[in-house]
């Protein structure tokens, strides 16, 4: 049985969410003092997830790897096995603290990477061989359905930015960021991906059918 919304986030906050050593006190002035303490701004980051349905963050939690890890350095994504400090993560969303502090949109795609990758065979697999979720490598038919749609308003050319519009990869994360950071924008610059991620990924409804599914498989 799935848990409610506030007791799945705060599971993620303490089994995914990492804070690198000394990643605050090595980030530029303005960002020490926009963040009082070493771990505000993982509250902050937390925050700006909150449109997250509890069906997708209770998914993240039951893959064996997907972690953020907030850093002084640049905001990426990295697949396979990171050491943070005696520690070995599988899958890191690193988020720099300065995006964070400046309520930037690249704060949120390392995360959209992520769950492309962990929505994925690729991702359950470990690796990075093999279509990811945006490229129709879903890790069932559900998902693998809609990762090809994915694919086909890709195609269509409607990424928001430059970077958006330079691989299917990118198109998703990014289109996922810009649907945390500011649906509208996103509403505006691409409907029908703004509406393929509210009724799917971004819907309660969504992931019990997918629950449901999965129940009823042998």
């Known amino acids: 049985m799935m848990m409610d919304k506030r007791a799945l986030f705060a599971r993620l906050k303490v089994e995914r969410m990492h804070i690198a050593p000394r990643a605050l006190e090595l980030s530029p ?32 939690l039951e893959q064996p790897g997907g972690h953020v890890v907030l850093t002084h350095l640049p905001s990426r994504y990295v697949f396979g096995e990171q050491r ?42 470990g690796g990075e061989e093999g279509l990811w979720f945006s490229e129709g490598g879903g ?12 694919v086909a308003l890709f195609a269509l050319g409607y990424g928001f930015d430059t970077e958006a519009c330079r691989d ?40 019990s059918r997918l629950q449901e599914k999965s129940a009823d498989q042998p």
């Open 29 to 60: 002035i303005e960002v020490q003092r926009r963040f009082p303490h070493a771990w505000a701004p993982l509250e902050e980051l937390l925050k700006r997830l909150r449109a997250f349905p509890a069906g997708l963050v209770h998914f993240w």
């Open 168 to 207: 299917v990869r990118s198109y998703f994360a990014r289109s996922f960021a810009l649907y945390l950071h500011d649906r509208r924008a996103l509403n505006v610059a691409d409907p029908q991906m703004e509406k393929l991620l509210r009724t799917t990924l971004f819907a309660e409804a969504f992931w």
């Open 139 to 150: 890790m069932n038919r559900t998902l693998q359905g809609l990762g090809a749609s994915i």
């Open 84 to 125: 943070l400090k005696r520690h070995l993560l599988r899958h890191v969303a690193y988020v720099r603290l300065s995006d964070l502090a400046d309520g930037s949109l690249e704060a949120l795609v390392p995360i959209g990477h992520l769950l492309d990758h962990l929505l994925s065979t690729a991702g359950t697999a």
